[in-house]
């Protein structure tokens, strides 16, 4: 509840009470992966898809698992680059 007015002569203006609803989402279709060449030095689009359906199936941010993926692959290989990924699931 909400007070207006003057100190000591405040009213109740009202309340509210949340309703919360988490929107039933279809399962997404496609994806599109939009990435910087330190994900592309590293895996093919194969692998990357694979993967990021892998990390939606199991309800991870398949962005961030794809970043984790190819720095862990550039350690592996003694190679630097900077890894930037961005992926969107479509209908």
């Known amino acids: 509840m909400r007070g207006a007015g003057a100190r000591g002569r405040r009213r109740v203006v009202g309340a509210c009470r949340t309703n919360l609803a988490r929107p039933v989402r279809p399962p997404p279709r496609r994806l599109l992966i939009i ?13 990357a898809i694979r ?11 398949p962005a961030v ?3 984790d ?13 900077n890894v930037t ?7």
């Open 65 to 67: 698992d794809l970043t």
């Open 51 to 61: 993967r990021a359906w892998e990390s939606v199936r199991a309800g991870r941010d």
């Open 69 to 81: 993926w190819a720095l862990a692959q550039h350690d592996l290989k003694g190679t630097i680059d």
């Open 35 to 47: 990435a910087s060449d330190g994900l592309w030095d590293v895996s093919t689009a194969d692998i």
């Open 85 to 91: 990924v961005m992926v969107a699931l479509l209908k």
